[in-house]
């Protein structure tokens, strides 16, 4: 009965590869978001979409990618993998108009080696 | 775009003391502002929130206060126990026309709760 879940939990790849994290959401939200926790616990919004647009930070590199399937799923694709993509991603939801209810997945924690 | 200040970094206070943790933001426009806990492992999570059109809002042992003009917002948690340590963030909500809205998320606060 997770409201948000991501998988996989603990990701640990080589440099270069391409990788792919997934979310889903239960909850019936139709925004969902990506974020990034650096070492320092400071998250950073990568991604928000919902079923009428993407909008994207225009600081995160085009190696990352957001794919949504469906509005109870919004997957992040990560090309060419570089050591400081090592970080903790977290998912989260909301449904437009009210903020308010925006739940976070428990996040992945990528390891670039 | 919005910036979200927050002060301290670090709080370290006795169990039963109060904590106080200040933000800041740029954006006159923002006009939703939550807190959240995370604790070790675990995603953040909503504890409280508050609307621009309230200035003061309590739930229990966990308040936030708001004053729109200085643009600057509050958590106060009192009697506070040792499961109140983790890290606190705050955020403040932009608007991108639409309705569509992100968090701008502070750099948070590690509480710690010496027993």
């Known amino acids: 009965d997770t409201a948000v879940s991501q998988t996989p939990k603990y990701l640990v790849t080589q440099m270069g590869n391409d990788k792919s994290i997934k979310c889903e959401q239960n909850?019936?939200?139709?925004?969902m978001y990506w974020y990034k926790q650096d070492s320092k616990k400071f998250l950073k919004i990568m991604f928000s979409?919902?079923?009428?647009?993407?909008?994207i930070n225009e600081t995160v590199p085009n190696r990352f990618s957001p794919k949504s399937p469906d509005k109870a799923h919004l997957n992040l694709h990560i090309n060419s993998l570089e050591l400081g993509d090592s970080a903790v991603y977290f998912c989260?939801?909301?449904?437009?108009?009210?903020?308010?209810?925006?739940?976070f997945g428990s996040g992945t924690r990528l390891t670039v080696v | 775009g919005e910036n979200v200040e927050q002060h301290p970094s670090t709080l370290s206070v006795q169990e039963g003391d109060s904590a106080v943790i200040k933000c800041t933001y740029s954006?006159?426009?923002?006009?939703?502002f939550p807190w959240y806990k995370q604790e070790l492992g675990k995603g953040p999570q909503l504890i409280i929130d508050?609307?621009?059109?309230?200035g003061e809002k309590k739930d229990q042992r966990i308040a936030v206060t708001l004053n729109k003009t200085a643009k600057h917002f509050s958590l106060h948690i009192t009697e506070t126990q040792p499961e109140d340590s983790a890290v606190y963030f705050c955020?403040?909500?932009?608007?991108?026309?639409?309705?569509?809205?992100?968090?701008?998320f502070g750099k948070g606060t590690k509480l710690s709760v010496k027993p």
């Open positions: 954006d006159s426009a923002s006009n939703y």
């Open positions: 979409y919902n079923n009428k647009e993407l909008i």
């Open positions: 989260a939801s909301s449904r437009v108009g009210t903020v308010w209810g925006y739940t």
């Open positions: 909850l019936g939200h139709d925004t």
């Open positions: 508050i609307r621009s059109n309230v």
């Open positions: 955020a403040a909500l932009v608007n991108y026309g639409g309705s569509q809205g992100n968090l701008i």
